[in-house]
């Protein structure tokens, strides 16, 4: 029978866990060389397939990369307007990935529940950040989970309204 430890282990080499990860990864290398992180997915998907050495973008992954490309703006203002006596700027640049990562979860990926999305975050902040990022981002996050449910059902209203463009 497995010990608590031997859980924990196993949990964090999950392939939802690598993905994020990797997401977080690309997140903070597209910021510190100022490149959108759409471009720096597709150089790296380009880049596996022609280098074994190279290891393969996951489908998670990309999912996530590109959605918070795409909803930047978004997941941003809703960081910001969580910190106390904070701005986006003044994180390291390793915790505004893993909030952005987490945020986008929050908002966008049914197929989460929000406690998973707050605690790979957390769990994400103790493998790359400092010691006081987990508790941190589990505090920002904390309040981001009360308005998550409300924003995932605006946008599935707005999903549901739109009209789809045939030519009939």
Same mark, same amino acid.
């Given at each position: 029978?497995?010990?608590?430890? &031997? !859980? @924990?282990?196993? @949990? @964090?080499?999950?392939?939802? +866990? !690598? %993905?994020?990860?990797? %997401? #977080?990864?690309?997140?903070?290398?597209?910021?510190?060389?100022?490149?959108?992180?759409?471009?720096?997915?597709?150089?790296?998907?380009?880049?596996? /397939?022609?280098?074994?050495?190279?290891?393969?973008?996951?489908?998670?992954?990309? /999912?996530?990369?590109?959605?918070?490309?795409?909803?930047? &703006?978004?997941? &941003?203002?809703?960081?910001?307007?969580?910190?106390?006596?904070?701005?986006?700027?003044?994180?390291?640049?390793?915790?505004?990935?893993? =909030?952005?990562?987490?945020?986008?979860?929050?908002? +966008? %990926?049914?197929? $989460?529940?929000? $406690? $998973?999305? $707050?605690?790979? %975050? #957390?769990?994400?902040? !103790?493998? =790359?950040? *400092?010691?006081?990022?987990?508790?941190?981002?589990?505090? #920002? =996050?904390?309040? #981001?989970?009360?308005?998550?449910?409300?924003?995932?059902?605006?946008?599935?209203? *707005?999903?549901? *309204?739109?009209?789809?463009?045939? &030519?009939?």
């Amino acid at each position: 029978m497995a010990d608590q430890s &031997d !859980k @924990k282990s196993f @949990k @964090k080499l999950g392939a939802r +866990h !690598k %993905a994020r990860r990797r %997401a #977080v990864d690309l997140l903070f290398e597209a910021e510190a060389r100022d490149i959108d992180p759409a471009d720096l997915l597709s150089e790296r998907v380009s880049l596996s /397939v022609r280098e074994e050495s190279v290891a393969p973008v996951s489908p998670y992954t990309r /999912v996530l990369v590109e959605g918070v490309a795409d909803d930047l &703006d978004r997941v &941003d203002g809703t960081i910001e307007s969580y910190l106390q006596d904070w701005t986006l700027p003044r994180l390291p640049a390793v915790d505004r990935a893993i =909030l952005r990562v987490a945020v986008w979860e929050l908002f +966008h %990926a049914n197929d $989460v529940p929000p $406690v $998973v999305a $707050v605690d790979e %975050a #957390v769990e994400l902040a !103790k493998e =790359l950040s *400092t010691d006081d990022s987990p508790s941190f981002i589990n505090g #920002v =996050l904390g309040q #981001v989970v009360q308005v998550a449910p409300q924003v995932r059902a605006a946008a599935a209203a *707005t999903r549901a *309204t739109v009209v789809p463009d045939d &030519d009939q």
